[in-house]
């Protein structure tokens, strides 16, 4: 067989991972076989493979199907890193649907059509997170994350969590604080429907800025990140915060991701709710810890 029929047949065979990855394998595993003293050449090939997102080896698959749907950007950011954590220790594959993450940040791609297989109870998905039992072809759910039992997958999916080229906040956003010559403190205050009384919201305001004030940290030296900034804006001035100004953005409609972004870059941060997934995200894939 000579090498031009081989790389035919492969991508044949490499057609078929779509419809039946175990033929797939089988029909790879065949054409190995064909190659006479192939040692070296078959590992090329199963390198270039792997690269390409085939897996040799079908062991079974995890998927993440309601991204995006269930829960905000922080919950599908976790929901994102639970499945790849899933994936690694149980070897299984992970098919991960398009989401708003794989559009911004330069994340493999992981949407290979599987969003039909069965939701495991998330005591199984405990279980298996601690390597207790080994399950596969199975779907997360809307399995709430804490990113704390994910902390070993910290150093990975930092690195998978950078900006695409045409969408450089991280960049733009250092840029604008290079000249601070200080630390950078971002306060995160969650409102929105968990604190949904304008007097609440002004108590839970003043209790941050007590807070960094019994840090010995201005407010005025620190960044604001709020989702409900209108009904309080007269006490956000009052107390001097700085906030980013959606009017000086490259990108004005992504504020939200600035604002994430922004937590993420902080060399102290802070929240007044700290089962936020939005302020969680961003501690988890930040790079220094939150004090």
Known sequence: MTPESYFESLGNAIALRTVDLDVSTRELERLEALIPHGEVFTQLTKNHLLAAGLDLSPA???SAKYIGQYGRFGNSIGQYCLARALGR?????VSIP???GAEVFNLPHLDFGMNNLQVAEETLIDEALDEKILIKNFDIGRYIVDFKSLESERALMREEFTFRREI???TELRSMIRNRNKPLFVAHLRL???VPSEVDRIKELDLISQRLEESNVSPSEVYLITDSSTEISEQIRRFGYEMLNREILKIPKLLWLYEWTLLRVADHR?????????????????YSQTN
């Open 270 to 286: 802070l929240t007044n709710n700290p089962e936020s997934t939005f302020f969680q995200s961003a501690e988890f894939l930040g």
């Open 60 to 62: 079974g698959w995890v």
């Open 192 to 194: 929105g429907d968990v």
């Open 98 to 100: 398009p989401w708003i």
């Open 89 to 93: 220790r149980l070897g299984l594959r």
């Open 168 to 170: 450089p906040l991280e």
